[in-house]
C-alpha cells in the first residue's frame, strides 16, 4: 500500500506504523519536523520513503527492520539520527549524511549488510558504538573533518572495508573499533590521537603497516 499525508500533520509519533508489513511507499508533507521511535520500525515491504523539507530529526529505530529499502534520500534539513535508526535494513546500498547532520547515533546503521558507499558530512562529531558494525559489504566510507572519536565497535566486522582516512581532528579510537576489518590495508593514525583502545585492529589480516604517532 502507498501512505500519503496530509499537511497539517508536524509529527509522527512512536510505533505509529510499526510492523505494517505491507506498507511499499511513503510520502511525507513538508509540515513534518520529526519522526519518532520505531515510527516506521519493521515495515519489511517499505521500499520508497519521501520525505519533505523540513524534518530535523529520526528518532531511535525509526526505520529498523525496513529490509527492502535499497536507497534513500536524506533532506538537508534534518540534523539528528537516533539509535538504531537504520538498524538491520538489510538492502541499503549507499547513504549520504549532509554537513547539517550534528548527530549520528549509536547502531544507526547496524547490521545492514549491503551497504557499500557511505559519505559523513563534516558536523557529526563522532562515529559512535556499533554504528556501522557487521557492515559486511561496506567498501568506501569518507568521514567528515571534524570527527573527534570512533566509539568501540565503530566499524566491528566490516569485511570488505581496504581504506579509511581518520580525519585530524580524531583523539580516540574505541575498543575494537576496527575489529575484523580483514581487508583493511591502510590507516593513517593522525598526530591529534591520543587513544587506542584494546583490540582496536584485531585480526586485521590485511594490514602491513601503519605509524602511531608519538600523541598516543
Known amino acids: 500500500g502507498v501512505l500519503v499525508f496530509y499537511n497539517d500533520i508536524t509529527t509522527i509519533g512512536k510505533q505509529a506504523f510499526y510492523q505494517c508489513d505491507r506498507l511499499k511507499s511513503v510520502v511525507l508533507p513538508n509540515s513534518i519536523t520529526e519522526i519518532g521511535e520505531n515510527a516506521f520500525a519493521q515495515c519489511t515491504a517499505l521500499r520508497s520513503v519521501k520525505f519533505g ?29 537516533g539509535n538504531g535508526t537504520f538498524r538491520d ?20 546503521f547496524y547490521l545492514c549488510d549491503a551497504l557499500k558507499e557511505v559519505v559523513i558530512g563534516n558536523s557529526v562529531p563522532a562515529i559512535k558504538y556499533d554504528t556501522f558494525s557487521e557492515c559486511k559489504s561496506l567498501s568506501s566510507i569518507t568521514l567528515g573533518e571534524n570527527i573527534a572519536e ?31 576489518c580483514q581487508a583493511l590495508e591502510n590507516i593513517t ?13 584485531e585480526n586485521c589480516t590485511s594490514l602491513d603497516g601503519f605509524t602511531i604517532p608519538e600523541s598516543v
Request: hydrophobic content about 35%.
Open 189 to 201: 593514525i593522525p598526530d591529534k590521537c591520543t587513544t587506542i583502545g584494546k583490540n582496536a585492529f
Open 89 to 108: 535494513c538489510k538492502g541499503l546500498e549507499s547513504i549520504t549524511l549532509s554537513d547539517n547532520i550534528t548527530e549520528l547515533g549509536e547502531r544507526a
Open 150 to 180: 570512533i566509539g568501540n565497535y565503530a566499524f566491528n566486522n566490516c569485511q570488505v572495508l581496504e581504506n579509511i582516512v581518520i580525519p585530524d581532528k580524531c583523539t580516540t579510537i574505541g575498543n575494537y573499533a576496527f575489529n575484523n
Open 53 to 81: 523539507d523540513k524534518v530535523e530529526s529520526f528518532g531511535d529505530s525509526a526505520f529498523n527492520g525496513c529490509t527492502d529499502i535499497t536507497t534513500i534520500d536524506l533532506p538537508n534539513s534534518l540534523t539528528a539520527i
